[in-house]
């Protein structure tokens, strides 16, 4: 079970959160001025990294937090050939631990008629697979603008201002069974669902390190490409200073 600071990069397990929203500092860069739109809608706001997501909505103790992924609609159908499985994962894995999750498709669908290939069917497939194969609710916001309200709103649904002063939280790996500590180790790797499928498969971390990139296929769930891309994961030297894209 990962605590919250896990997905705030850089915060310390005992500082307080004083703001409704944090954005990360990539999709800050993304989308400049998203922070001081959401400022002058009377919300507090902090860019930094997160560890999964573009938005963190806090929620008061006892409530759930709201991890956002945006995704313009290009966007959305341009990752559905690597990152956008990794993201859904990712999700997945934090609604495990305890989070809501979401997809914001921030833009105008039909677009994707004029600057890509796809047909209105194969998208409405693809939305139909995140939405209910995956079970993450896509929240559809035709422009920046909506976008924006639909945070602020969501955010002052959370509860109020003064009751998101998160409560100090214990790290995830203290107090741990040797099994979840297995598992913990495992899915910062690969995500938790394939971490699961994987152990069933192989029943330790060292075998699965040493299994061959076929060995690694899971039907359903892990193809060719996530097979290589899990391989690489034990047998690629790491390098200090080296950020590598989420």
């Known amino acids: ?19 409704d929203i944090v954005v990360d500092s990539r999709e800050a860069h993304q989308m400049p001025g998203v922070a001081e739109e ?13 560890a999964a997501g573009d938005y963190l909505l806090y929620a008061p103790p006892g409530g759930k937090p709201l991890l956002v ?41 039909p677009v994707v008629r004029r600057l890509t290939k ?45 009751e998101k002063r998160m409560v100090a939280m214990r790290h995830a790996r203290r107090g741990m069974s040797l099994n979840d500590k297995i598992l913990y180790v495992l899915e910062g790797a ?9 152990l069933r498969k192989f029943g330790t971390i060292n075998a699965i390190a040493n299994a061959p990139v076929d060995a690694l296929r899971l039907p359903g769930l892990v193809g060719d490409k996530r097979a290589h891309e899990i391989w690489s994961v034990f047998h690629t030297p790491w390098k200090e200073g080296v950020e590598t894209p989420r």
């Open 1 to 19: 079970m990962m605590s919250l600071d896990h997905y705030l990069q850089g915060r310390g397990s005992d500082e307080p959160a004083p703001v």
């Open 38 to 50: 959401l400022s002058r809608m009377g919300v507090r706001v902090d860019v930094r990294p997160l």
């Open 69 to 109: 992924e945006r995704k313009t609609p290009t966007d959305f159908l341009e990752s559905v050939k690597g990152r956008l499985w990794d993201q859904l994962e990712v999700l997945k894995s934090a609604e495990a631990d305890g989070f809501s999750v979401a997809v914001a498709l921030v833009g105008h669908l």
């Open 118 to 162: 796809w047909n209105e069917s194969s998208v409405a497939r693809l939305i139909d697979e995140v939405a209910l194969s995956w079970r993450i609710p896509i929240i559809p916001c035709p422009d920046r603008r909506w976008f924006t309200t639909w945070l602020a709103a969501k955010s002052k649904s959370l509860g109020k201002g003064g």
């Open 190 to 198: 690969v995500g938790t669902q394939t971490a699961r499928a994987l």
